[in-house]
């Protein structure tokens, strides 16, 4: 290995082990990462603009953080989950499971990290309300939110890494392939969740009383607001399905609505939705596409490609399942937004290598990557949220109690999608 490559890959490992760590903060550490590799000359800057930092990821994030940011503000989200509990006749059961298919399908649609920043704090006033342990609620829209976040384009970092490096991969093409399999995983995991959790959401008719009075309208602070809003983010919905038709890219769409909605909200709306883009998120993504760059740049993404090869024999079925359950296993312990960054130049060379249908193994990725993170409290930044945010209200949950029902979840999760994809793609 040249020495170039040695210093490529020793900055890579040591900035993943830090990540991992958490001592400090991922952002700071992917961008000093970057940085390095381009002050050694491994990667130059022009090249890591021009080829490596991928801005149709970056431009789609900032674009769907702006919208939905500006929604958020209308009390929309908070409406829509008092209006289910009420339909659930303030039956705690019910209501965990109401909550959990909206979690689903805003996760699909939005993004999962920014769906339980708005259910999470409902889901407690609600919980307050029946006086019911949240923990099973708070635990169901996790893994609500990494499923349905799985279904679409824009509802997971890790499909919207893939969608962007592989152009034929639309956002028709993920709902089409993705959403299906979707369904089944939450129709098979729904009913467990109420098998664990019944005996523990039982409350009086007397607290039921209370969900049932709570006035929903009073939750929508600004009508005309809020449909602007849910005219641009449905107009912008329909800009993914036709991007392909319209012939731009989904960056584009998504930032479109986002100033088209800020046009409609006006100037003062301007800096306030800035400042609620997470802007540690995108510097983590460009620190992280510029560390990867160095490892592409060295030809070891190559070389790992070349191994893989040899330990599937080159066979779609044993590639595929393999990229599945590594992508599951090693997005349950890691971030699996640094682990996609590098595996998407790895099945991009395999490409180049034999496998000439490559389908199945993005399909692969996608699933294992994003279904993986529901295996452990630090899989995914979904769950780290909902933790903090729990602990904050005083209901901390450890890595072991997590550890104890999102684990087998998580297999039983992959174990239908290893099916799917053979039976689908493979057969």
């Not at 020495?3 to 900055?11: D, E, N, S, Y």
């Not at 699909?108 to 409902?122: E, G, K, S, Y």
């Not at 049932?212 to 849910?230: A, F, G, P, Q, V």
């Not at 279904?371 to 899989?379: A, E, R, Y």
């Amino acid at each position: 290995m040249e020495q170039q490559a040695i210093v490529a890959l020793a900055v890579f490992l040591i900035t993943y082990g830090m990540i991992i760590a958490e001592k400090v903060h991922r952002t700071i550490v992917a961008m000093l990462g970057g940085l390095i590799v381009v002050l050694l000359g491994i990667v130059d800057v022009h090249s890591a603009v021009a080829r490596h930092i991928d801005f149709n990821t970056l431009g789609l994030l900032i674009g769907m953080m702006i919208i939905v940011s500006l929604t958020a503000k209308t009390g929309v989200f908070s409406y829509i989950a008092v209006v289910a509990a009420k339909k659930a006749k303030g039956e705690p059961v019910k209501i965990m499971v109401a909550l959990a298919v909206i979690t689903a399908v805003a996760s699909a649609f939005l993004d999962n990290v920014t769906t339980v920043l708005l259910i999470v704090p409902v889901t407690f006033g609600i919980t307050r309300q029946l006086r019911v342990p949240p923990f099973p609620f708070l635990f169901s829209q996790i893994l609500a939110s990494n499923i349905g976040g799985t279904a679409t384009l824009i509802g997971d970092p890790p499909n919207i890494m893939i969608g962007s490096a592989v152009k034929e991969l639309t956002f028709l093409a993920f709902i089409e392939n993705l959403a299906p399999i979707v369904i089944v995983i939450m129709a098979v995991q729904i009913p467990l969740f109420v098998l664990f959790f019944r005996k523990q959401l039982r409350t009086s008719e007397e607290y039921r009383r209370g969900i049932m009075e709570m006035n929903e309208r009073e939750l929508i602070t600004d009508k005309r607001m809020l449909i602007r809003c849910l005219t641009v983010l449905g107009l912008t919905i329909v800009g993914f399905f036709l991007h392909q038709v319209l012939q731009a890219e989904s960056s584009v769409v998504a930032l479109t609505g986002a100033f088209l909605l800020l046009l409609l909200s006006g100037e003062h709306a301007l800096e306030e939705a800035f400042s609620r883009v997470e802007w540690t998120t995108i510097f983590f993504f460009i620190g992280l596409f510029t560390l990867v760059g160095g490892l592409v740049e060295t030809g070891i993404i190559n070389d790992l490609a070349v191994k893989a090869m040899d330990l599937t024999g080159g066979g779609e079925t044993a590639t595929a399942m393999l990229i599945l359950w590594m992508s599951a296993i090693a997005s349950a312990f890691m971030d699996n937004i640094p682990f996609v960054a590098t595996m998407i130049p790895l099945i991009q060379d395999m490409g180049n290598m034999g496998i000439s249908n490559l389908e199945p193994l993005w399909w692969s990725l996608a699933l294992g990557a994003c279904l993986g993170g529901n295996g452990t409290l630090i899989g995914a930044s979904a769950n780290l949220i909902t933790a903090g945010l729990a602990a904050k209200e005083g209901y901390p949950i450890t890595f072991l109690k997590f550890l104890k029902y999102g684990f087998p979840f998580m297999l039983l999760s992959v174990a239908i999608s290893c099916l799917y994809v053979y039976l689908r793609y493979l057969l």
